[in-house]
């Protein structure tokens, strides 16, 4: 709709929250701003005629066009009448208007959005139909057909734009309040005979209220320009009543002799829709204006450690790896594990224990403002920690690649899969472009997929959650890396599709010898996969060594839990009467106690376990960090049914 | 793909037919009658009553609007009351000079506002806080107010462009450029301010999605994951904006006509207004409406283009 800038209207990034909090987040300095400008122009546009120190049209010839002096503040147009005093007795035909525009956009399309929320797709149809139309028409050119029929009226015409600009507002309201009748506590408030007057009082109209209070500024500062737009051209309060569109017009008459007339009205024209959209952007929470320069946190790792004397078939070596939030708290501390050649390591743990972390610093794709503050990451002879983008980026991709825990979304939308493919084969490997295509149909192959052709064609959202995986499991393998880090890859599936992507990974790990790092809360997968675990808690390692030894002979609080917190029964066992659950949570990050961490979980806890606890030798080449270790005489404790080979684990 | 494209071309003719009956009745609903202006000031009753009869004003409003429109879909939009004009003549005349405007003007404002939301968004710190504070302020300015001000800068003081006047392309290359950069500033400085922001969102968006760690995990250069993979995520939104910005420029170029005495579709409309020339009235709403939705339909196969979400859903 012409000059109405729509795309102001867009649905603000927030959440319908509590406008109460909302105008409490206004002490930025634009809400301030906003907020005092307004408050000030509406008080002074209506107490003008009080106080102007003139009249509106008293004439002073021979004090034409002057610039400001004492006794004009502001000036004096051609006929040598205040500046300053038409400026505001002209106020309120602009602040006035608009207002009224707002509060008819507002009184259309709120009970419009709300009948079309409630009484869904029939209503809804006819009603989004009716809106779209309006939106398409000119809108410039209709306001000025309807000043054709109507004449010139400033109050009217902005009835008229109030009913155009309901459309947009019926719109964004209508997506609110569907999303808010969906939400489970207001179904279940209806299903418990809640009216429908009732719902929308109680839950939609509140949820919409910061949205509201974000159209209604963003709307007001539109309606401002369009009504002095329509002035400027001549349709607006005819002479000799001033107003803010006609007296930048007469300022364009004398912008030759006298420039500075230009000044003083655009000023407060420009303000007053600054003012509105600063404090639109104020309730909208739009404080991350500016956000930090994106420099990556890498780690200066404090000192370089040797390169620790491995044995050949070692492929990587973490040593007492650290990553912390800048100048926040650690989120793995002193992280030590080594994945052998063709071996798969799984690390385990609940949600925020830092296994994400852990993997994501072995690619240098930490997020922003995490960085590893020390240790190493020694991969085929050199440190990872501390080298620059420049030099990770070879490793990326070509040494080590990464799964990621979301499949559907792993892949770029808005290109085919071929592309998708096609690009990083021909950038790894060398490929030329005919040759890249074989190479793609050939890992589709390899990853399982029967009908290459049709999902090279196709684009991600046309994929299942299985199929997406598979694709970018292909697609990590595309640089041939010798290390694949799998974040929770069967996370985000279907149970059964879950099995074919493990049965996948088994398979790629023994034809290619490729070594796997599977980050999992699921002990199945673990135990089903994975060749060596690590067991993590709360930043740390508690646990290490082959599956069969930690799954089986748990000697950690933690593990023994974690085990028996399994739903998963296997065959030819009684079914327990009551699952383990672990109780309470992981410490967050920056509450960790400098004792052993999980004591406040642990049965087996003593005075003891508030002293540091060091890992100490356990499972042959494994290791342990509990100074009580579970035994086979007290594993009774935690777990009420034991069984010895345990399927999955449940937590998070 | 087709079934997309029939949906909105069904959709657009459902609009410009709505725009036929909006300004027919708005037209009707005008104080006086086309009899009044052609018989002119002084007439009789019973003159202008003839007058009436004579335009066919005084039939029934369905066989009125049916004879207006069987002309108009010949491309028939009538005579102007004034001067006899053939309207749909005029108006093609006028319409080159308004979407030149809009057109150019969304151009330069795409390419500013792109470039520099991208900045701001892949640069972050200081300048990503200038960009937003400008824009914040370049969006709120009045067009016309921006306009004055680039006249007084650009020809009064500095002498570089004509301060008003509209040059044909048929008759100066170089002269419809010069005469055009003053209005297509004026709109393009609101304009850039929006798709910066928009631009800006989309980017920071765009970066923080899932699938761009994906690409960075296979050692993707960054030059590819920000301007081929980001950028054109980025660009959905931006193209929306863009065709919204085409259609807000086309009526700011309505009210920016007067100040630099521009030959548009907003002189026509003010003169049409002003003189209650009703056919007048009618045809420029109809040939307005028919831009905005044939913008609006290549807005719809531009995003659909871009997002095969879009296309195949």
Request: charged content about 15%; some cysteine; aromatic content about 6%.
């Amino acid at each position: 709709m012409s000059v109405i800038p729509l795309e102001g209207l867009t649905e603000p990034t927030t959440r319908t929250g509590d406008l109460r909090r909302r105008l409490r987040a206004l002490r930025t300095p634009g809400g301030i701003f906003g907020i005092s400008w307004l408050l000030f122009l509406l008080i002074a546009s209506l107490t003008a005629p009080l106080w102007i120190p003139y009249q509106v049209g008293q004439q002073a010839l021979t004090h034409a066009l002057s610039g400001p002096t004492g006794a004009h503040w502001l000036g004096t147009d051609a006929l040598g009448r205040d500046v300053l005093s038409r400026i505001f007795a002209a106020a309120w035909i602009s602040v006035g208007p608009a207002l009224l525009a707002v509060l008819v956009a507002f009184g259309i399309g709120i009970p419009l959005a709300l009948l079309a929320a409630e009484h869904g797709h029939r209503l809804e149809r006819f009603t989004s139909r009716g809106t779209e139309v309006l939106l398409a028409l000119p809108g410039t050119v209709i306001i000025l057909a309807v000043i054709g029929a109507i004449g010139i009226n400033p109050w009217a015409i902005m009835v008229f734009l109030g009913v155009l600009l309901s459309a947009p507002v019926y719109r964004v309201l209508l997506g609110v309040a569907q999303s808010i009748r969906k939400r489970l506590y207001v179904d279940a408030a209806r299903v418990n005979g809640l009216g429908s007057l009732a719902v929308n009082a109680k839950y939609v109209l509140p949820g919409m209220a910061t949205i509201v209070a974000v159209q209604a500024a963003q709307l007001f500062g539109i309606a401002i320009l369009i009504e002095a737009g329509l002035a400027f051209i001549g349709f607006g309060p005819q002479v000799p009543s001033p107003s803010w569109g006609g007296l930048i017009a007469d300022a364009s008459k004398n912008v030759f002799n006298a420039p500075w007339l230009m000044v003083p009205t655009g000023v407060v024209l420009a303000l007053t829709v600054i003012a509105a959209n600063e404090l639109a952007d104020a309730i909208a929470g739009e404080t991350n204006r500016g956000t930090p320069a994106h420099r990556k946190g890498r780690a200066t790792a404090a000192a370089r450690t040797p390169a620790p004397a491995t044995r050949a078939d070692v492929l990587l070596e973490v040593s007492d790896l650290t990553v912390s939030v800048a100048d926040g708290p650690v989120l793995v501390s002193d992280v030590s594990f080594a994945v052998q050649s063709g071996r798969v390591l799984g690390l385990v743990g609940e949600s925020g224990c830092g296994k994400t972390m852990t993997a994501r610093s072995l690619l240098g794709l930490l997020p922003d403002g995490v960085a590893v503050t020390g240790g190493s990451i020694w991969f085929e002879g050199r440190d990872l920690v501390g080298l620059s983008e420049r030099q990770l980026r070879p490793v990326r991709g070509r040494q080590v690649a990464l799964i990621s825990q979301e499949p559907m979304v792993a892949l770029d939308p808005l290109f085919s899969v071929a592309h998708q493919l096609i690009g990083p084969i021909r950038r790894l490997r060398g490929a030329g472009r005919r040759e890249a295509r074989t190479i793609a149909a050939d890992l589709l192959r390899q990853v399982g997929i029967v009908d290459v052709r049709r999902v090279l064609h196709s684009y991600p959202h046309q994929l299942s959650g299985g199929m997406a995986q598979r694709v970018c499991i292909a697609l990590a393998l595309t640089g041939q890396p010798k290390l694949l880090v799998a974040d929770e890859p069967t996370t985000a599936l279907d149970v059964t599709v879950q099995a074919e992507i493990l049965s996948l990974l088994r398979v790629l790990v023994q034809d290619t010898g490729l070594s796997v790092i599977v980050v999992s809360h699921d002990l199945g997968v673990v135990a089903d996969l994975c060749d060596d675990v690590a067991v993590m808690y709360a930043g740390q390692i508690v646990e290490s060594g082959t599956a069969t030894d930690v799954l089986e002979r748990p000697r950690h609080p933690y593990t023994a839990a974690l085990l028996g917190a399994n739903p998963h029964v296997p065959e030819n066992t009684p079914v327990p009467a009551r699952l383990v659950s672990i109780p309470g949570t992981v410490p967050a990050p920056g509450n960790w106690p400098g004792g052993c961490r999980f004591a406040s979980r642990c049965p087996f806890a003593t005075d003891e376990c508030a002293q540091p606890i060091p890992l100490t030798a356990e499972h042959g080449d494994g290791s342990v960090r509990c100074i009580h270790p579970v035994s086979a005489a007290t594993a009774g404790a935690l777990n009420n049914h034991d069984h010895p080979k345990p399927i999955t684990g449940v937590s998070s | 793909m087709v079934a997309f494209v029939t949906r909105r071309l069904i959709f657009a003719v459902g609009t410009v037919l709505a725009a036929c009956v909006i300004s027919f009745l708005l037209v009707h609903a005008t104080p006086g009658s086309p009899g009044a202006v052609v018989a002119g000031a002084g007439a009789t009753k019973a003159q202008i009553a003839a007058a009436n009869h004579q335009l066919g004003w005084d039939r029934p409003l369905v066989s009125q609007f049916w004879t207006w429109f069987s002309n108009a879909v010949r491309g028939n939009l009538g005579v102007s009351l004034i001067n006899g004009t053939n309207i749909k003549s005029d108006l093609s005349t006028r319409l080159p000079v308004t979407a030149s405007i809009a057109l150019f003007a969304t151009v330069v404002s795409g390419m500013a506002g792109i470039v520099v939301g991208v900045t701001a968004a892949v640069r972050g710190g200081r300048v990503d806080h200038a960009v937003s504070l400008g824009s914040g302020v370049g969006l709120s300015l009045p067009t016309f107010w921006v306009g004055i001000v680039l006249v007084y800068l650009l020809s009064i003081r500095a002498h570089l462009l004509p301060a008003t006047g509209y040059v044909p392309f048929s008759v100066s290359p170089a002269g419809y450029v010069k005469s055009l950069l003053l209005p297509v500033l004026a709109l393009a400085v609101a304009g850039a301010a929006i798709i910066a922001r928009t631009a800006r969102t989309g980017m920071v968006a765009a970066l923080q999605q899932e699938h761009i760690r994906t690409l960075q995990a296979i050692g993707t250069p960054p030059w590819r994951i920000r301007y081929i993979h980001a950028l054109r995520f980025a660009s959905v939104p931006v193209v929306s904006v863009l065709g919204v910005q085409f259609i807000a420029l086309f009526g700011g170029s309505i009210i920016i006509e007067q100040l630099f005495a521009m030959p548009g579709l907003g002189q026509a409309t003010q003169l049409a207004i002003g003189s209650h020339d009703f056919p007048a009235i009618q045809g420029v709403v109809v040939i307005a409406t028919i831009v905005v939705v044939l913008t609006i339909l290549v807005l719809d196969i531009a995003v659909a283009a871009l997002d095969p979400r879009v296309r195949t859903a």
